[in-house]
């Protein structure tokens, strides 16, 4: 096996592996928050990438401008998700959690059918298609794109989770819900917050991974359920053991899909979400708790 | 007005009547849709019944979610058409072994499975519904591929071979009584009211006697069994089977079905099963946009009516009841 094959599967895998960081990261937000898996949330990384199209082509918006409002439209999306669907909930046990968030992510992808089609939509790359050659690999533009966006990404949440009152607020959320609310914060507020991130960041994913992948109103499931790999790889946490969560998630799914069998692909990642569920269910880096078991 | 407490075995004559009751009914069913289309689609209705009652045991009794059982179908129905394709075997042997086989492995996973709870059940039970879909797509030289395998015999009994519409029906329909039978003895059984008490507080059950983690296991094998033999008899009656049955969205349909029907009830899970078939017979113009429905009869279900229509229905109807009768007291 040459050197130069296995360096280009590593390099393809670890753009994928950001994108998975990137939703893997808004699992964990809303998780830490509220206590929800919420399984809508691969639907708004679909709808970063669709909202984008119809910003260019049907609002005639230049590519800087569509690329914000799609963010916007999607995180739009997830507000009302929350109050509409999530808030009202009488009972919200986790099964009938599960169900509504599945309930939801279908309701959105059958809208999103409605509107875009059951056609695969190509999305223009941010800054060309020549190739850059790095070793005896090559890799896009786009791919650069990705690695810069997710490392800002994770900057901005970094800062925001630990040097701003609100970010701190929603990690007080996270420790204890009940004495976040005793002190005076709006757990409620937080909820919402939670949400309006994840969806951001999942539009922000779904945005610069389209160029690469093409985008259908059905790329949600997927995406989403490799996302909720690495956080659980990650232990569910919201910072970097959830982004080399994701990275290595990537990498053996590209290395695995190209050495072995492309078949196989998506069974590697769901092979790897049991074992790390069966035996560290606190994720690979966790200290051992099992509140999760 | 408090009623009078109904006795044991009144309760179990009532119960009783009321299946001879449905029985009754499901056998006369044909006489009135004689040699029709519809007789396929209550064909269906059958084994989805079936499988809805599969997923209520673990997920309404025991409160073990599960959104892999497309899979444990799918098993059942390949091991079936391969035995009997590939070995030639015969359909009648096929069937138990095919169940033996998925039951024993459902055994096997199962402990590790149902260690976890909640969101991480959900997602390891998808994780093995998909990896059990990609298996059937892959492994093309036993299942076909993505193309399918075609050529499964039909069941035979005797001279008789369930190669129509209406024979299948009493074979499949024959098939999900008993199964109902079993499983609602099984439910007021002492079984049953373990996995109620492990449904309720895991914890407290433990502290009073039950093995709920065995319990839970045995319970999630059972409903692996009952969904293989489902796949057997969709593989028999069909005589084709391909991947695109046994995926992710089918795993959701079904637990559409029980939450619909309402969990924790046999004849819920007959009413779920039933409306969801036969909706898609009436969006048959609406093409694939009966998901939008899916989602939103999910949504809807567990936002407004969490007990399913078998008590939100009657809870309805007697606040209508008593709204009619306030209004005629002003």
Known sequence: MQFDQILQYTLSGLSTGAIYALIGIGFSIIYNATGIINFAQGEFVMLGGLFTLSCLEFLKLPLWAAIPCAIAASTLVGMLFERLAIRPLRQPTPINLVIITIGGSILIRGLAMLVWGKDTHAVPSFSGDTPIAIGGATILPQHLWIFAITLIIIAVNKVYFYHTISGKAMRACSYNRRAAGLVGIDVRRMVMFSFIISSAMGAVAGIIIAPLTMTAYDVGVMLGLKGFCAAIIGGMSSGLSTVIGGLLLGVLESLGAGLISSGYKDAIAFIILLLILFFRPQGLFGKADSERV | ?330
């Open chain 2, 1 to 330: 007005m408090a009623k009078p407490i109904r006795s044991g075995s009144d309760l179990m004559k009532r119960n009783l009547l009321l299946f001879a009751g449905f029985s009754l009914l499901v056998m006369l069913a044909p006489q009135f849709f004689r040699g029709g289309y519809l007789m396929n689609v209550l064909v269906f209705v059958g084994i989805n019944t079936m499988l809805a009652i599969a997923l209520n045991l673990l997920l309404g009794y025991a409160g073990q979610i599960s959104l892999g059982h497309a899979g444990f179908f799918g098993l059942g129905a390949y091991l079936s058409g391969i035995m009997t394709t590939t070995f030639s075997m015969n359909p009648w042997e096929a069937m138990p072994v095919a169940a033996l086989v998925v039951g024993c492995l459902a055994y096997l996973i199962g402990f590790p499975v149902l260690k976890l709870k909640g969101h991480y059940l959900a997602m390891a039970t998808l994780g093995l519904g998909i990896i059990f879909f990609i298996i059937f797509n892959e492994t093309y030289e036993w299942t076909g591929g993505p193309s399918g395998l075609s050529g499964i015999p039909n069941l035979q009994l005797g001279s008789i071979v369930f190669d129509t519409d209406v024979k299948n029906y009493y074979l499949i329909w024959g098939v999900t009584l008993a199964v109902m039978l079993f499983s609602m003895n099984l439910a007021q059984s002492r079984v049953g009211r373990a996995l109620r008490a492990v449904h309720d507080s895991e914890i407290a059950a433990q502290v009073l006697g039950v093995n709920a983690r065995h319990l839970k296991v045995q319970i999630f094998a059972l409903s692996a069994i009952i969904c293989s033999l489902a796949g057997s008899l969709y593989a028999h009656t069909m005589t084709f089977i391909s991947p695109t049955t046994f995926g992710f969205n089918f795993s959701i349909e079904l637990l559409t079905m029980v939450v619909i029907g309402g969990l924790g009830s046999i004849y819920g899970s007959f009413l779920g099963a039933a409306l969801l078939t036969l909706l898609p017979e009436f969006l048959r113009g609406a093409n694939d946009y009966d998901i939008i429905v899916y989602g939103g009869l999910l949504v809807i279900m567990v936002m407004y009516m969490p007990g399913g229509l078998v008590r939100g229905i009657p809870a309805l109807f007697r606040k209508i009841v008593k709204r009619e009768a306030e209004s005629g007291n002003a």
